[in-house]
């Protein structure tokens, strides 16, 4: 194979950039088909309803400051069981199509148990991730790949101050209309990777598939539109959660 000159360098940069995301794509096929080899087990169905609010601020050409609301209706949308609040920040590689996210996570969830009367469970989360995008004409591309720790019920739990880590991986497809209108199917994996006993080996936790669009009024308004098909495994009753998600991005110029 002919090295890469300075006159054919731009050539060879996308050729690596489609190895990259071919193997993306293979990736995410092979961890796909392992799910659908698993034994099958009784399933609990819930429709649920996720909304969130994003806002992020350019401290720079480079670094983003975010931060990100969630509540979710759950038990077939009737009431708030679960909600979050997300702060970090985006160092962004412009030139190799890279950024690397920091980010804290408070998150709040209305826990129940056998013979123990409901309460809401404070758990912290933690994560650094590295995220790829790349655009081909109308079409973006984007991939993350994320370490994730969480502890939960720190003060209320033996086990509550050992943390549990988790490698998360999301892959999205976008199409742009225009300015304007914009639809995007997505598919994200969980690896729970380190745990407390008895759940210590690692394993595939849950999958997620989206699909969904935007609407972007200007550089500051966005909303969007989803639907999410979740899947939780290697669990006595794994969860099939049904979702309607709506969420709204507001960022400062």
Request: net charge positive.
């Given at each position: ?123 912290h989360q933690y994560y650094v991730a590295l995220t790829w995008a790349k ?56 690896w729970h990777v380190i745990s407390p006993q008895p759940d210590a080996q ?8 989206f699909l969904g669009g935007y609407y972007r009024m200007n550089n500051k ?33």
């Open positions: 194979m002919r090295p890469c000159s300075f006159e054919n360098k731009k050539c060879c940069n996308g050729k690596r950039d489609n190895k990259i995301f071919v193997l993306i794509i293979l990736l995410s096929c092979v961890f796909s088909f392992k799910m659908f080899g698993q034994k099958k087990q009784y399933a609990v169905n819930d429709a649920q309803v996720w909304e969130n609010f994003n806002m992020d601020k350019n401290l720079s050409r480079s670094l983003v400051v975010r931060f990100s609301h969630e509540g979710r209706f759950t038990n077939n949308d009737s009431r708030l069981t679960y909600y979050f609040e997300d702060v970090g920040l985006e160092y962004k590689l412009h030139f190799h199509h890279l950024a690397i996210l920091a980010d804290y996570v408070f998150i709040r969830k209305l826990t129940s148990q056998t013979f123990v009367q409901e309460y809401w469970d404070t758990r655009k081909s004409g109308q079409f973006e591309f984007h991939d993350r790949q994320m370490i994730m720790g969480q502890v939960k019920d720190v003060h209320s739990s033996l086990s509550g101050k050992i943390p549990d880590y988790y490698l998360r991986n999301k892959f999205s497809a976008k199409y742009n209309f225009n300015y304007y209108w914009s639809v995007y199917a997505a598919e994200e994996l969980y690692p394993h595939l936790n849950r999958i997620r598939y308004n966005e909303f969007e539109l989803y639907y999410l098909f979740e899947q939780h495994m290697n669990i006595v009753n794994p969860n099939h959660n049904y979702v309607v998600g709506v969420g709204y991005t507001y960022s400062f110029q």
